[in-house]
């Protein structure tokens, strides 16, 4: 009858040890009673990046890397880009189920109505630089949101975390569409609340002297999957972030800026931008198979290209692929569009690239888009940080109800001096 435990047998001592498996994986702290002798620490496993560390429960995103499988709450990615809109996604992210049509009314209003940033926040804004990263004045305005709602501070009152939620998701398209006109020296356009949520957003980006900013629907509506796409992915760099930093009890305002901060690193967040520079470095299709010789000697990444989880084409690239399709129809195609399509077509071919397992990730054709709809390459991350709001909040939630969550404190392995006695300045 096979057992759910791991039997480890310790070659330094001979001693034999069985510890449980749960879930397909054993509890780091048992490693701990493997030991030489009682004086000391015990094992530890290293393991820099996490590759191979669960850090938490969850039941919010299910993703299996090999089949290229994505669902958020049990329902597929795919699914919900066809069928739903945002805002009822990030409630499902949220609250674990699909609203019902009350609930979603109900939701919908609350988003819709808490749109507005205080005057002093504007003002906050208003002191940047003319020139500065719309994503530098995203993560800071966050953050000073903290010191307009103390109330936030009250994290384990389930009405005060609702309605901090609400301001975030109403919210982050504001700071994200003001950074935008700051940087563009454009005056801030307000919100309108008979917009859609995605609709609002393009009006407060790019509303000029119009009375009534009206969106193109299929922009609108590609937005909104575009948003879908990104609310979650479980436990990566910014969403890891969001938890940790939240697991000292640091208000959400907080908390999501520093989320923001670790999505706003070109490995994480940055890497559409690079595969439009690297578009417009190949220049033309003709060049695309000398690029890929480039690729195949190491000397530089084919920048969209392979994911740390999937081993299989990402699922979200197949949707934007055919949201771009429809993009391009009302804005015209992206002439770099015939370049990444040769570079998919070739790659996919090839065996360097099927060897590794390396397909297109959600980052190859997003650049493509953003860009032909109007956003310059600083917006990316922004555009990114909007949607995953709903993903960090529903994992800040969820960290903080876990009865098994702590603060999150990992151990090191130190390999620096011994103990010794300090050299006063004119001895060394
Ligand atoms: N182009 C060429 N070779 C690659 C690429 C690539 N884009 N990605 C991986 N490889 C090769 C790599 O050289 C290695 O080959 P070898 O075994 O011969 O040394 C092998 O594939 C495994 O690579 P790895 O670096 O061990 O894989 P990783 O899981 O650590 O890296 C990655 C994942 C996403 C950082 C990497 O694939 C990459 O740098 N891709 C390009 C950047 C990119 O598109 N990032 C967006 C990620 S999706 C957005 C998000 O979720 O944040």
Redesign the pocket.
Same mark, same amino acid.
């Given at each position: 009858m096979p057992k759910d435990t791991l039997t480890i047998t310790d070659n330094r001592t001979g001693k034999t040890y069985e510890v449980a498996i749960e879930h397909g994986a054993i509890r780091a702290v048992e490693l701990r009673q493997i030991k030489t002798s009682p004086e000391e620490f015990g094992l530890m496993s290293y393991d820099p990046?996490y590759l191979n560390t669960a850090s938490c429960k969850s039941t919010i995103t299910f993703i299996d890397g090999d089949r290229g499988i994505l669902h958020y709450r049990g329902y597929p990615i795919e699914q919900l880009a066809e069928k739903s809109t945002y805002l009822e996604t990030a409630y499902l992210v949220l609250y674990g189920e699909l609203p019902t049509r009350s609930q979603l009314e109900e939701w919908t209003y609350q988003i819709t109505h808490h749109t507005i940033l205080n005057e002093n926040t504007k003002k906050l804004m208003d002191g940047f630089r003319y020139d500065a990263h719309p994503m530098g004045m995203f993560i800071s305005t966050i953050a000073a949101l903290s010191t307009f709602y103390p109330e936030s501070k009250d994290i384990f009152d389930e009405q005060v975390r609702r309605k901090q939620i609400y301001r975030l998701i109403a919210k982050v398209p504001t700071i994200a569409a003001f950074s935008y006109r700051h940087n563009t020296g454009m005056p801030y356009a307000y919100p309108d609340n008979d917009l859609s949520y995605t609709g609002n957003f393009l009006n407060m980006l790019f509303k000029r002297t119009e009375l009534k900013y009206k969106p193109h629907p299929v922009l609108e509506r590609a937005l909104d999957v575009l948003f879908i796409l990104h609310a979650d992915?479980e436990q990566?760099?910014s969403t890891s972030t969001m938890r940790l930093v939240g697991s000292a009890h640091t208000d959400p305002y907080c908390s999501l800026a520093a989320a923001a901060a670790a !999505?706003y690193g070109p !490995?994480? #967040?940055g890497? @559409?931008e690079?595969?439009l520079r690297m578009l417009a470095e190949i220049g033309s299709k003709d060049n695309v198979p000398a690029y890929i010789k480039r690729?195949?000697s190491?000397e530089?990444?084919?920048? #969209?290209? #392979?994911?740390? /989880?999937y081993k299989n084409y990402?699922p979200r690239a197949r949707i934007i692929k055919q949201t771009a399709d429809a993009v391009f129809e009302v804005t015209g195609r992206n002439p770099l569009l015939d370049i990444a399509l040769e570079l998919e077509r070739i790659a996919l071919e090839d065996d360097?690239?099927v060897s590794?397992k !390396?397909y297109p @990730? /959600?980052?190859?054709y997003s650049g493509l888009i953003y860009q032909a709809m109007g956003f310059p390459v600083e917006m990316f991350p922004v555009l990114f940080a909007i949607p995953r709001t709903s993903g960090w909040l529903a994992q800040w939630q969820e960290m903080l109800l876990d009865k098994e969550q702590k603060i999150g404190r990992p151990r090191q392995l130190y390999l620096g001096a011994g103990r010794r006695d300090y050299v006063p300045i004119e001895q060394r």
């Open positions: 990046g992915h990566n760099c !999505l !490995l994480h #967040g890497a @559409n690079a595969v690729v195949k190491g530089v990444r084919l920048m #969209g290209f #392979g994911h740390r /989880v990402d360097y690239f590794r !390396l @990730n /959600v980052d190859f």
